[in-house]
């Protein structure tokens, strides 16, 4: 329901505002042409910088040992120092069943590890995973918008600091929110869950570009007061 698109924006702008970013993923997501879309290219992206943005892309989900990858990880770390490492995502990863504690799921067991490895390296650790079939079984546009309970590996707010639900209605044919009438097409949705509390926010997705923006800060200036970004997080 848009949550590559949700993640390579926040990458993005957070590189555009200049802080070194590192992106994982499966070849299978094709990044690397959602990036060229969203800065406006049509060459695609070899990174492992762009030209313009401290951002670093690459491949993790060939090895089939999780700690293979968390030596990946602080390899990496340490020879970019990243303001934050973005993972997409958990189920994409190949782990070997007897790492995994009693029952855990493989995606918990992940979770926990990288949440414990984000706090030993001192950065910030943004991992996707997906939903289950709860959300196809339920109907309207409340209906809909994904709960905690929708994880596809498990209980993973455990495990995690926030979590971050990307919901698009027009992705289920829904196109007119049926409480106000209002037409909703483009939208995307963002529920945060933090300690209990849910918040909610309204974002834009542009098809052509798979930007994710906000449609009421369309400028805003990086923190050195040069680079300008019109799409900020």
């Known amino acids: 329901m848009g949550g590559t698109s949700l993640m390579v924006s926040m990458a993005l702008e957070m590189a ?7 992106y994982y993923a499966h070849p299978h997501h094709k990044i690397a042409d959602k990036i060229s879309r969203y800065v406006g290219r049509t060459e695609g992206c070899s990174c492992p910088f762009l030209k ?4 670093y892309f690459a491949h993790l989900f060939h090895a089939d040992d999780f700690h293979a990858i968390k030596t990946k990880l602080w390899d990496d770390v340490s020879e970019i120092s990243p303001y934050c490492i973005f993972i997409d995502s958990l189920q994409d990863i ?3 069943d007897r790492l995994i504690s009693t ?3 493989p995606e918990e067991y992940m979770c926990r590890e ?8 001192d950065t910030r650790i943004v991992v996707a995973d997906g939903l289950n079939l709860n959300t196809e079984e339920r109907c309207g546009i409340e209906g809909k918008q994904p709960q905690l309970g929708d994880f596809w590996g498990g209980d993973l707010a455990y495990y995690a600091q926030k979590i971050i639900f990307s919901y698009r209605p027009e992705y289920y044919h829904i196109y007119n ?3 106000t009438g209002e037409d909703i097409r483009g939208c995307m949705y963002i529920y945060g869950y933090n ?3 849910c918040e909610g926010m309204k974002l834009r997705f542009d098809h052509h570009t798979a930007r994710v923006y906000d449609p009421e800060h369309e400028l805003w200036v990086a923190e050195d007061g ?5 799409l900020p997080f």
Do not use: C, N, W
């Not at 555009?16 to 590192?22: D, Q, S, T």
């Not at 990288?114 to 390296?121: I, K, N, T």
């Open 16 to 22: 555009k505002a200049g802080k070194r970013v590192v």
């Open 52 to 55: 313009d943005v401290p951002l």
């Open 94 to 96: 190949v782990i070997d």
């Open 103 to 105: 029952g855990m799921t």
């Open 114 to 121: 990288l949440r414990d490895l984000a706090y030993m390296l």
């Open 177 to 179: 929110d049926e409480r």
């Open 195 to 197: 300690l209990g509390d």
């Open 226 to 230: 040069s680079t300008p970004s019109d």
